[in-house]
């Protein structure tokens, strides 16, 4: 299955907007054994991937995604696509597969409607408090960047490549 990630972050995310999102530098950075192949070269050699930002970088361990059709499960194979333009993606890296999948439950409101002081995220049904390392571990620069865009009451899976798992 395609996971497809855009190029730069969007005109939601605040002082973010349309900057570069650097998730094909974050990605390669969690894949540390694999050999550099056709997909990374060619992101290389179109100006999708920035040496100098590689080294600074935390790795991106994981996507969430919404999986309304419960698609996503361990083993399945995940192929990382950039959005590079509204019709053109472009690979950027090898086809690896899910080492996991987990449930996520971010939440705005209670069960009875009341808006939370708070977002309250649940991981397998356990409440979560991580918030740092989820935000970081899905390549936002910040927690805060992180509620941006996970803003509203949100249910999905988070697809992991790494041995990570919370």
């Known amino acids: 299955m395609i996971l497809k ?9 605040g002082a973010l907007k349309h ?3 650097h998730f094909v530098e974050k990605i390669w950075k969690s894949l540390p054994n694999e050999p550099i192949d056709e997909n990374f070269t060619k992101a290389f050699h179109t100006d999708h991937f920035n040496g100098r930002e590689y080294k600074i970088l935390a790795p991106k361990k994981h996507s ?6 419960d698609k996503w499960y361990a083993g399945r194979t995940i192929h990382f696509h950039l959005q590079v333009s509204h019709a ?8 690896k597969q899910a080492t996991s999948v987990q449930r996520i439950e971010i939440m705005y409101t209670d069960p009875d409607g009341f808006k939370l002081p708070e977002p309250n995220v649940f991981i ?16 936002f620069p910040s927690v805060a960047a992180f509620f941006q865009k ?8 988070i697809v992991h490549w790494t041995t990570l798992k919370y």
């Not at 397998?124 to 390392?133: R, T, V």
């Not at 996970?150 to 899976?157: A, E, I, R, S, W």
């Open 124 to 139: 397998d049904g356990c409440w979560f408090f991580g918030y740092s390392a989820l935000a970081k571990n899905e390549g």
């Open 19 to 21: 900057t570069p999102t």
């Open 64 to 69: 969430i995604v919404a999986d309304v059709h």
């Open 150 to 157: 996970y803003n509203k009451d949100f249910t999905g899976k």
């Open 5 to 13: 990630y855009p190029k730069n972050w969007s005109s939601k995310m």
């Open 88 to 95: 053109k993606v472009m690979q950027f890296a090898p086809v």
